[in-house]
């Protein structure tokens, strides 16, 4: 049972233009998450997070927005750049530091 | 301020041995989570351990196990490898704020490959 879901395992943007990255969830208890960035031969990387407390959380390029309701999470990157291009991978947690992942997205910019 | 080290990087089993990894965690950051990385599975937790004392545990058998020291370095050992235990295992460290979920900050991992 997969609770938290990443349903394109790609996506492709044209550098300069918007990444939307999406993620679903279905266990209501999870009250943060998590996005990372990984790269091929490292861990991943910590981008952004939001506490279920809130709809959006931005930092510099990268925005997450939470939709509760529909249990539903999106990374906005902008401009997207061309080494934005890595898996992303978004996580879930209910009050603790055991993270439930998403299977990733391949992101690839193009310049 | 250093990153997550984890040794080895790379390493190569045969089936029925056993194995351990190690983990140094950011300094200042007392937990420590393993994750273990499989192209079938995706990236599944394993444990956590903060102050010596293992907080949670994922849905893995007792041949995983692991350990944390005073110092917050963290090892895990696998006993009776299989060929499934093949994987990128992945060690994340965090401060440990005692409430909520903190952030993990992940090493490079160790690639084990089972024979």
């Known amino acids: 049972d997969q609770q938290v879901k990443q349903n394109s395992p790609s996506l492709s943007v044209q550098e300069g233009r918007i990444s939307i990255l999406n993620c679903d969830y279905t266990?209501?208890?999870?009250?943060?998450f998590l996005w990372y960035k990984k790269y091929p031969a490292e861990g991943p990387t910590f981008l952004i997070s939001?506490?279920?407390?809130?709809d959006k959380n931005e930092d510099g390029r990268f925005t997450v927005f939470l939709n509760k309701s529909a249990k539903h999470l999106s990374l906005h990157i902008v401009p997207s750049q061309p080494g934005d291009s890595a898996v992303y991978f978004c996580?879930?947690?209910?009050?603790?530091?055991?993270?439930?992942f998403g299977g990733g997205t391949r992101l690839m910019v193009k310049p | 301020k250093a990153g997550v080290t984890q040794t080895p990087r790379y390493l190569i089993k045969t089936r029925g041995q056993q194995v351990t990894l190690s983990c140094s965690p950011i300094?200042?950051?007392?937990?420590v989570s393993w994750y273990q990385q499989t192209p079938g599975q995706g990236l599944q937790f394993l444990f956590e351990?903060?102050?010596?004392?293992?907080?949670n545990k994922g849905n893995f058998p007792g041949r995983f196990s692991g350990r944390q020291f005073s110092n917050s370095r963290s090892e895990m050992n696998v006993s009776t490898l299989e060929l499934g235990d093949s994987a990128l295992y992945l060690c994340?460290?965090?401060?440990?704020?005692?409430?909520?979920?903190?952030?993990?900050?992940f090493g490079p991992g160790t690639r084990l490959t089972v024979l």
């Open positions: 300094s200042g950051h007392r937990s």
């Open positions: 994340a460290s965090s401060i440990f704020r005692g409430s909520g979920t903190d952030t993990q900050y």
């Open positions: 939001i506490s279920s407390i809130k």
């Open positions: 996580a879930a947690a209910r009050a603790g530091n055991m993270l439930t």
């Open positions: 266990n209501s208890m999870f009250d943060y």
């Open positions: 351990y903060f102050s010596e004392t293992q907080r």
